[in-house]
């Protein structure tokens, strides 16, 4: 059974960093993604960042290109998400998420999400 482990949430002032960490357990299938998404308050979930494992290259919502950085260790289990100059529109509760498919990571379609880490950013 895939489990996805986050960790890095946290309350900041804003203009602070946070660093997001998450790894992927109990998975047969080789990593083709990993992504994080948000869910700010009443809103929807959102896309922040994606990453291919295989060198394909990143993406990134518009809001954070510039402030957040999306990277994977060596081993490919594991994703961070380096966040910098935080703003308090940045408050939500960040999902890590996995896929194992190529064509599912061209469509931003994934197969397992983490519970969630809560990151407020508030003076």
């Known amino acids: 059974q895939v489990h996805l482990a986050e960790s890095g949430g946290g309350s900041v002032l804003p203009g602070g960093s946070l660093r997001l960490s998450c790894t992927a357990s109990?998975?047969?299938?080789?990593?083709?993604?990993m992504a994080w998404s948000r869910q700010r308050p009443g809103q929807e979930r959102e896309e922040v960042a994606l990453i291919y494992s295989r060198g394909v290259g990143v993406y990134y919502t518009d809001s954070v290109k510039g402030r957040f950085t999306i990277s994977q260790n060596t081993a490919k289990d594991a994703v961070y998400l380096q966040m910098n100059r935080l703003k308090p529109e940045d408050t939500a509760v960040y999902y890590c998420?996995?896929?194992?498919?190529?064509?599912?990571?061209?469509?931003?379609?994934?197969?397992?999400w983490g519970q969630g880490t809560q990151v407020t950013v508030s003076s």
């Open positions: 998420a996995v896929q194992f498919d190529f064509y599912s990571c061209l469509k931003h379609e994934y197969a397992n």
């Open positions: 109990g998975y047969k299938e080789d990593i083709h993604c």
